[in-house]
């Protein structure tokens, strides 16, 4: 179903300020936001507006109880055209994580037009940089003015852009976290509400005093099995075999992660979805088994661990393995976003010209 989408283009673009040798990562926004308002009944006043602050009671419920969801995808630029990749999984994870906060799913038509549209009108800010790319960010919060405790009423969803560069320049350092937990079982930390993120940054404020660059969290259980790191999938190469957590209640479905585990089937590795302790990854390095460790996100794309600390001990992989696995996975991964290889997989979505000026 084609939607009725207003556009009020910005009359003071910020395009001739933007350096796409100079852009880092999200702090650059594009000239445009798309906007939808739920008012309890039906999505509606679909628009695409110049990116502006937005206004809200001091009573906005989100602000108090926390009914508040995201997603991360991106835009790639080749071969003279805009591509997404994968945008649909993002519409139904984007779902799943508004099932479980109680809050109205968004139709794929009303996503997709929306995204397609906005990419399109601030097509001319997709970087075309190695490594660079657009960083999409849809989020829907809970709008109603009261205090109290129930499910909003009104929502209003935003998707906005920055061109961005790597996330991450060089191979990390990851803590074992064995007391604070990212999630629970029950709990939400399969949906990406933004509790979880914020729910997340003392144990990593902790580690990064400590020296390290992120947590990898194990289950909250035990604190023996791993589960992900802050904003990642993990996985290790152990041996001949590839391994990685298999998914729960706990853990972010990653569409990067979902992704690798495909491509590396494709290069003729078979993976392993399953639970992976702590105590055998320090097994495995001790008898030399313990190859490589890589973790994969929209906005890292694909890393290299350099290696992990536990019990005050740190475990070098990389001074003893090799990247060789990783580097390949992210070789192909790369050159599928940005036309270089086949896309056998058919994930990128190419972006029609119709509102925006030739990239």
């Known amino acids: 179903m084609a ?35 739920y008012d ?6 679909l628009r695409i507006e110049p990116y502006s602050q937005i206004q809200l009671s001091p009573a906005t419920s989100a602000l108090h109880y926390g009914q508040a969801i995201f997603e991360g995808m991106k835009a790639f630029s080749a071969s003279g055209e805009v591509w997404l990749f994968r945008p649909k999984e993002n519409w139904k994870r984007l779902n799943t994580s508004a099932k479980r906060m109680v809050m109205p799913e968004l139709p794929e038509d009303i996503f997709m037009q929306g995204l397609t549209a906005l990419v399109d009108i601030d097509r001319q800010w997709v970087p075309g940089t190695d490594g660079s790319s657009l960083y999409i ?22 998707i906005f852009c920055c061109p961005v560069g790597p996330y991450y320049n060089n191979p990390l350092r990851v803590k074992v976290e064995e007391h604070y937990s990212r999630s ?15 729910g997340s940054l003392f144990a990593t404020k902790k580690a990064q005093e400590e020296g390290f660059d992120q947590v990898l969290w194990t289950d909250p ?48 590795y078979e993976v392993e979805e399953r639970p992976l302790s702590i105590l055998e990854l320090k097994k495995e390095f001790h008898n030399g ?44 991964l790369d050159g599928i976003r940005y036309g270089q290889s086949e896309d056998v997989f058919g994930w990128m979505q190419k972006v029609e010209q119709e509102l925006g000026e030739p990239a």
């Not at 960010?137 to 935003?158: C, L, N, Q, W």
């Open 40 to 45: 309890g009944k039906n999505w509606t006043d």
């Open 289 to 332: 088994n313990l190859k490589e460790l890589f973790i994969t996100g929209t906005a890292a794309t694909l890393i290299n661990l350099v290696g992990f600390g536990h019990n005050h001990h740190f475990f070098d992989v990389m001074a003893q393995g090799d990247t060789s696995i990783s580097s390949s996975l992210k070789s192909l």
């Open 137 to 158: 960010r849809p989020f829907m919060f809970a709008t109603d003015e009261h205090v109290g405790v129930r499910p909003s009423e009104k929502y209003k969803f935003i």
């Open 3 to 37: 939607h009725k989408i207003n556009i009020y283009k910005t009359q003071n673009s910020r395009l001739a300020e933007f350096d796409p040798h100079n852009i880092g990562f999200g702090k650059i926004f594009t000239d445009h936001m798309f906007v939808a308002d």
């Open 221 to 268: 259980v035990t604190h023996e099995f791993v589960e992900e790191t802050g904003t990642t999938n993990f996985f290790a190469v152990i041996g001949k075999n590839i391994v990685t957590p298999d998914l729960s209640e706990n853990l972010l479905a990653g569409i990067t992660r979902d992704s690798a585990i495909k491509l590396l089937n494709h290069m003729g």
């Open 184 to 198: 629970a079982p029950g709990g939400t930390g399969f949906a990406k509400c933004s509790g979880n993120y914020g």
